[in-house]
């Protein structure tokens, strides 16, 4: 079978939404140091390589809001498509106190060649479905609940939003009005990366958008990424219903 850069899901689903998984996999492709960053397992399952949960509950969302789904199928640490092509850590060499042994020496042709072999692909189909009339970009993503040398983070749930907060604005009230969720805006990242996904593909069209960070362990395994995807979507489809768009 064929190796390519994306999964999609559901194109021809009539749903308003578009919805987008950056780090949905840690696939390396074989192409990529024969297919071994020089990681043991272990830090391939963590969230550096990618985010936990976020591809299910992804898909999961996809089907119940009867909307199409576009993910990556590479690793965050093969080049990174949430970021900038001209961002520093679009190729990480370092990340969360790990050491990428593949990428230490990665020259300006290996990021290139990355680029266009991986990157550049899914952007182009992303670019593609966005431009769809009237689509309104959800990005799927999820969150470690410790960073190491860090304190805890409290949140369950994370909305974030660059200058536009059409959407994310009711999305907010309506997960802040859940009784037994933290909820945080614009953490536990800024909501706003020059370059990054969002940007590119919603923020420069002027198109609705938010991104949502689930802690993963709230979303280690399908059960509760169903859950989830279903207790989301009805909170998502109000949200939009509200903004009048």
């Known amino acids: 079978m064929t190796y390519q850069p994306f999964y999609i899901h559901g194109e021809d689903r009539p749903g308003r939404w578009l919805i987008t998984c950056d780090h ?14 020089g990681l043991p ?12 949960g976020a591809y299910g509950l992804a898909q999961h969302l996809g089907q119940l809001l009867d909307s199409p789904v576009i993910a990556s199928n590479f690793s965050r640490l093969v080049i990174d498509p949430n970021r900038g092509e001209d961002d520093p850590t679009v190729l990480m060499k370092l990340y969360d106190g790990t050491i990428i042994p593949a990428n230490r020496y990665a020259d300006p042709a290996e990021r290139e060649r990355r680029l266009a072999q991986y990157y550049r692909p899914y952007h182009d189909q992303l670019a593609r479905m966005a431009a769809l009339p009237h689509a309104v970009i ?6 470690t609940r410790q960073l190491r040398g860090r304190d805890p983070r409290p949140w369950h749930v994370g909305v974030l939003h660059a200058a536009d907060t059409r959407l ?18 614009n953490q536990p990242y800024g909501g706003h990366l020059p370059g990054d996904a969002i940007d590119r593909h919603a923020s420069a069209f002027g ?12 979303i280690a395994d399908h059960h509760l990424q169903h859950a989830w995807a279903a207790r989301l979507a009805p909170i998502l489809t109000r949200a939009l219903d509200l903004t009048g768009l």
């Open 207 to 218: 198109r609705p958008n938010v991104l949502i960070e689930l802690r993963n362990d709230l």
């Open 168 to 185: 994310s604005d009711p999305l907010l009230r309506l997960l802040q009005a859940e009784p037994d969720l933290v909820v945080g805006q």
């Open 138 to 143: 959800v990005s799927v993503h999820s969150f």
């Open 24 to 37: 949905a996999t840690n696939t390396v492709p074989p192409d990529v140091n024969g297919g071994d960053l």
């Open 41 to 52: 397992r272990e830090d391939m399952e963590r969230h550096i390589a990618y985010d936990v």
